[in-house]
Each structure stands twice: as structure tokens, then as C-alpha cells.
């Protein structure tokens, strides 16, 4: 009986700690607006750690920078982005000439792994295969900064096999030189 009820009471006893949620403590408006003071047509507001971000922006690389700093704040738990792009509009050919000259002028395009590109209503749909993701993280950056561009859908995959003659050209060779005398290298005469 004395063992049941030190149990129940242990459990009782770490069941407030076990449940209690961290507050959100969330900076001044002020020290918000100073993240974003940059962008004048860009409104923000937080709800339970989640930061919302509402208004427009002249290019899609400028939401993406917004989303991205304020991800980076140690109180937020997440970034609701609904910002819309408000920069010129476009003709899809002359957009998709723009994307495909800043494509093939930085050297994203490889002959080993071509780049589809697709442009309706101001959206570019990127298909392909890259082999390297970091490089694959740069040419959506690199896209979404180009004038016009309204959104994107990449539809590239990641293949790191692709590029498998750089990996074994690049790969440390042991080699084992035999000595034909064996023996103390200045024999005693």
C-alpha cells in the first residue's frame, strides 16, 4: 500500500514539469522592424513563436532572404511566408531568354546534366538532375533574383553519382614502393 502511494505521488510530483510548455518571449515590434527595415511594404506579425509575414516584395530572392533571417531568430519557432512578388511582369518567352541566359552565363548548366526550363504566368519549373546540392541551393537562389520571376517549382533531383569520374579522379592513392636491399641503408664496409 505505501509503495502504491509513493509511486502515485512521484508521478503526480513530474507530471507539471514534464507538461509545461517555454514561453514565448518575443522582442519588441521596434527590434522586429529593424530586421526587415529594408523592405517598406512588408508587414509582420507573431503568434504563438510563429512569424508571419504579409505585403510585397520587388523580386522572389528578396522573400527568400526575408524567410531566411528571421528563421535564424533563437525565439521563433517557425515562418509563415505569404508574401506576393509585385515586380514587372513579363512575356514568359522573354523571362525564360532571361533565366536561360543567367543559367548558362554563371555555369549552372553542365552538358552531363541539362537543365530543363519552363515559364508560365511568370513561374519558372526547373527539371533535371544535379550533382551537387549546394550548387543545386545557388541556381534557385540564382533564378529567383532574376526580374519577373513570380515563383518556382524545381523539380531538379540530387545525384551524386553524376559527377563519378571528379570523385575517383580525386581519390587518394596509396602507393607502396618496395625496396629491393634489405638491410641498414649504408652497410659497413
Do not use: H
Not at 9 to 16: D, H, R
Not at 17 to 31: E, F, R
Not at 113 to 119: A, D, H, K, W, Y
Not at 124 to 139: A, I, K, Y
Request: proline share 6%; aromatic share 6%.
Amino acid at each position: 500500500m505505501n509503495t502504491r502511494l509513493f509511486v502515485l505521488t512521484a508521478v503526480f510530483s513530474l507530471v507539471p514539469t514534464l507538461g509545461v510548455a517555454q514561453a514565448c518571449v518575443v522582442p519588441d515590434a521596434a527590434a522586429l522592424r529593424k530586421d526587415v527595415a529594408k523592405y517598406k511594404n512588408i508587414t509582420l506579425t507573431v503568434d504563438d513563436c510563429i512569424v508571419q509575414l504579409n505585403g510585397q516584395v520587388n523580386r522572389l530572392s528578396d522573400s527568400l532572404d526575408v524567410e531566411r533571417k528571421l528563421r535564424k531568430l533563437p525565439w521563433a519557432a517557425g515562418v509563415a511566408n505569404y508574401l506576393s512578388v509585385a515586380g514587372p511582369t513579363l512575356d514568359d518567352s522573354k523571362l525564360r531568354k532571361n533565366v536561360l541566359d543567367m543559367v548558362n552565363g554563371q555555369g549552372y548548366n553542365d552538358l552531363r546534366s541539362p537543365l530543363g526550363i519552363g515559364v508560365q504566368k511568370g513561374e519558372v519549373t526547373l527539371t533535371g538532375v544535379e550533382p551537387n546540392p549546394m550548387l543545386l541551393d545557388s541556381l534557385l537562389y540564382a533564378v529567383a533574383s532574376v526580374k519577373g520571376v513570380k515563383g518556382m517549382v524545381s523539380n531538379v533531383q540530387v545525384d551524386p553519382l553524376l559527377n563519378i569520374d571528379e570523385l575517383v579522379e580525386w581519390t587518394p592513392r596509396t602507393v607502396i614502393l618496395w625496396n629491393s636491399n634489405v638491410g641498414p641503408m649504408y652497410p659497413r664496409q
